[in-house]
Nanobody, 115 residues
Framework: EHVVESGGGLVQPGGSLRLSCAASGFTFDYYTVGWFRQAPGKEREGVSCIDISNGETYYADSVKGRFTISRDIAKNTVYLQMNTLKPEDTAIYYC?????????WGPGTQVTVTV
């Protein structure tokens, strides 16, 4: 059982990227799925998550109004649409799937926002 991220890359400030998190070997039913990020020299920061069962979402203050998390239950995939990206959004973004106290983590995908 694992999750894999995709969609990272290099973008200019003000640009957009969409990250995907796909599950393999299990389904996201009853999980909370989301994203943390870690920039060089900084602690890992929770970005956003979604309750697959009811669609309830959470966003860090730093990304509210710019990022949107969504789920496609049929595809067993969660998306993070990132708009109006800023240089401070540069980080490795890690997807996680949590049920009770058990976490499954992806390997991470690099997002770089620079001119």
């Amino acid at each position: 059982e694992h999750v894999v991220e995709s969609g990272g890359g290099l973008v200019q400030p003000g640009g957009s990227l969409r990250l995907s998190c796909a599950a393999s070997g299990f389904t996201f039913d009853y999980y909370t799925v989301g994203w943390f990020r870690q920039a060089p020299g900084k602690e890992r920061e929770g970005v956003s998550c979604i309750d697959i069962s009811n669609g309830e979402t959470y966003y860090a203050d730093s990304v509210k109004g710019r990022f949107t998390i969504s789920r496609d239950i049929a595809k067993n995939t969660v998306y993070l649409q990132m708009n109006t990206l800023k240089p401070e959004d540069t980080a490795i973004y890690y997807c996680f799937a949590r049920i009770l106290r058990s976490y499954t983590w992806g390997p991470g995908t690099q997002v770089t926002v620079t001119v």
